[in-house]
């Protein structure tokens, strides 16, 4: 019951005060350089609650990560790199979902840390250092596995998104 209450009463103003436009921006700009050293593709997804059928049923923050990743399709990249840093405000919960070609080379172990440090950070309110460190550490994940090529383009947005 505590679950149900918690996302009936987190809303959009609740992902727009963790994230207002400056950590947004600030997340952006991590993204984008991150981008500049690795052939990977990250996106970052913010979401104040789950909608209320699939709390009833009893669906994780990890399962709407996971159709996130496909909604916002991450999974469409060249050399299936993407990576999805999913934000859930209501269960305190940060998820990352990669793509097969960076899961192959990239043991659970490194995303549950990546994690884990990121909710610590929004623990502590520090929901603009939580984010960057956690993009920068995903981003030098991708840099040792998918080094930027000659040819290295924008292959998905930059902009962090609240849902």
Known sequence: ????LRHLFSDQLSAR????????AAIKG???RGEKRHDGELRFAVEASLPLSYVLSGKS??????DTF??????DTEHNSGVLIYVLLADRRVEIVADRGINAKVEDGAWNSICAQMQ???GAGRFEAGAVAGVVAISDLLAQHFPAQSS????????????
């Open 61 to 66: 923050a990890r399962d709407r990560a996971v």
């Open 70 to 75: 496909a909604q916002l399709r991450v999974w």
């Open 30 to 32: 991590a993204v984008a």
């Open 152 to 163: 290295n383009p924008n292959e998905l947005p930059d902009e962090p998104v609240v849902l």
């Open 1 to 4: 019951m505590k679950r149900v």
């Open 17 to 24: 005060r963790a994230f207002p436009a400056a950590v947004m």
């Open 120 to 122: 610590q950070a929004f």
